[in-house]
């Protein structure tokens, strides 16, 4: 059995039932809506989001009706931001994809992100799950505060640990934090056990993308597929280069930044790898987001232990610490 | 006075004091984001949507505290919608303008529009404005399904008069409708005024996109600031062409659509537009939008005679009757 398999196999009839309701919603009598939806679909994804849904609910209570639209929420949010991503970015210009059918697309992908979003707020709103619109919603702002924060950083290269965190709180924290408390929010009243599990999700989420940030440096596909030194290439500074940057000599930096500020090739890429890794980043990167696993963990300890419990354990694991 | 001045005469402290909120809300500690509203606020807009609200509003009772954040709420979806319209598309890359630039531009564009939609949902959900919640995010829905149903069908060029009055109510008349709806929402709770403006601002919005279409082929500039023969050359058919082709033989509409099939250049938009103006297609058009600003007044008949009805009777005229 896979690890994801594995689990999820307290909730496996919830995802069933889920993967039915997610299609059904998606049906529309507009023909290009429910082509893209059915294509959507298709495209089997793991749904780390919906599981940290319902064990979350499990492990605060039951699951109960309201976890199924906290679940669909959730999941139709994230599909909106994957149809957003579609969007053609600088990126995918320089790498040369730029034709007119992929601009024509970029229209179709941003309605369609919109009308994935709005849909799910239906689904919160028609059934008065108000704090689950709110927790979302929130999410949605800080989501594109986040990007957005990050889209600046790339063009000032400036950028320090402090705003680093930001930024990966808000891009990627933000929906696995809402992801876990909306499943609270679902199953229990417990203010506290709301808290915990939004601070499990969030913590996750952030050891979640130094990994993933790592990954850039250490030459291996992400669980994201993202492609190894995408990140600089997109003049995306992460931790292991700003720590990198930050204990080394003033010579050393002004190299790097002067690469960093034309388009680089895979000589300058190498080079700035290898400076990482011989500055430490590596390492230090690493540390930090065990630190954050183990403040991910602590969430936990006043759950009794469960099956559920395990298992957001075991998926906390999973996916910070894939190809370690 | 300018005419739209003398329409909001009657709520100029309200648009004054939504200004001012407006600015605050926009404000953001991420200087992109910052920089991009500040651009946004310098284009004065018309502010069309909220004048509905707000006259609704006073139409119904009075402008309360609900009233300025479903007005907040309008502005910040119209807004939001405005930059995702930015994402270059078909057309513009057609004219040329597909630079590595603009299509950084595109990324951001999407970041935007998503940030100004939560910040909307954020204020309503803040406030628990959940009806008001309710009434735009079925909009955002809407809206986003008629793009996508126009986008569809200009490729496929099979469009009657039933799907183009689909098109247009969902993707123009929904957020029309629903500044009125829920500016009555803020003000009332009497079901039968709430439904009353809706449909107030449905067939408003529903003859103001038959009118803006047709400019199409007066050759003059819309209130949009839309340019002739836009619409053709993006593949788009309106009522006019609509009943022009219903009403021609079968040799003239092969010959249309074998045009349509194809970049349209100047001489063959000039050769449509001509075809149209012969098969009567614009006095068609000109007096089925007379039907919708007639269905529009009849909305108001059981309201009593104020300043706020005389507005939104005079803005009725303006937004459908212009450049006539």
Same mark, same amino acid.
């Not at 495209?43 to 793991?46: I, L, R």
């Given at each position: 059995m896979s690890e994801i398999k594995n689990i999820s196999k307290p909730i496996s009839n919830e995802l069933r039932k889920l993967d039915e309701l997610f299609k059904a919603t998606m049906k529309s009598r507009v023909t290009i809506i429910d082509q893209i939806s059915k294509f959507i679909l298709r495209? +089997?994804? +793991?749904k780390i989001r919906p599981i940290l849904t319902f064990l979350s609910a499990k492990n605060c209570g039951e699951v109960t009706p309201s976890s199924y639209r906290a679940a669909m929420m959730i999941e139709l949010l994230h599909t909106a931001t994957l149809v957003h991503d579609d969007v053609v970015d600088n990126a995918d210009t320089r790498r040369g994809f730029a034709s007119v059918n992929a601009i024509w697309k970029n229209k179709v992908a941003v309605l369609m992100g919109d009308y994935f979003l709005s849909k799910g707020l239906l689904i919160c709103i028609d059934a008065n799950d108000f704090k689950i619109l709110g927790v979302t919603s929130n999410a949605v702002r800080r989501m594109s505060e986040g990007e957005l924060l990050q889209i600046q950083k790339s063009k000032q290269l400036d950028i320090d640990e402090k705003v680093y965190f930001k930024i990966i709180s808000d891009k990627t924290a933000s929906l696995l934090s809402a992801s876990c408390e909306v499943g609270a929010i679902s199953a229990t009243s417990d203010q506290e056990k709301i808290i915990n599990m939004r601070n499990f999700g969030e913590n996750l989420g952030i050891a979640f993308q130094i990994q993933d940030d790592l990954l850039d440096y250490l030459g291996e596909t992400s669980i994201l597929g993202k492609s190894t030194g995408m990140d600089l290439k997109e003049k995306k500074i992460t931790l292991p280069l700003i720590y990198a940057l930050k204990n080394s000599n003033k010579s050393s930096v002004k190299t790097i930044v002067k690469m960093l500020k034309n388009d680089l090739q895979k000589k300058q890429i190498n080079y700035i790898v290898d400076f990482v890794k011989d500055s430490g980043g590596i390492e230090y990167a690493r540390s930090k987001a065990e630190d954050f696993i183990s403040k991910a963990e602590k969430c936990l300890d006043n759950f009794p232990e469960s099956e559920p419990k395990d298992s957001l354990l075991k998926l906390l694991h999973f996916v910070t610490e894939r190809n370690y």
């Open positions: 495209q +089997k994804s +793991k």
